[in-house]
């Protein structure tokens, strides 16, 4: 079987083995996003954290970072809280 390619605006996430605190993200990953209008494939790092509503319902928040030469830092402990998100 040869090696896998990764596929426009398809993603994968992987549970974080290197998670050394409560705050660190739960999953981490990356992506492939495509530009419908120029065309352009634009590679991306995923991270996600587990979270629990005030209801107990389960619940994962999601942040995007343009891949450049290295993976997020891993001391990018925190998602933004639901003020920071910009829509």
């Not at 993603?11 to 705050?23: I, V």
């Not at 739960?26 to 991270?47: E, F, I, R, V």
């Not at 891993?74 to 003020?83: G, L, M, Y």
């Amino acid at each position: 079987m040869g090696d896998y390619v990764q596929k426009p605006n398809e993603g994968s996430l992987f549970k974080n083995a290197n998670k050394k605190g409560e705050t660190d993200r739960d999953y981490n990953g990356q992506m492939l996003a495509h530009c419908a209008k120029c065309g352009h494939d634009t590679p991306l790092w995923l991270s996600a954290w587990l979270n629990m509503s005030a209801q107990g319902k389960k619940w994962m928040r999601l942040t995007m970072q343009v891949k450049e030469a290295q993976a997020p830092d891993q001391t990018q402990t925190q998602a933004p809280s639901q003020d920071e998100i910009p829509f």
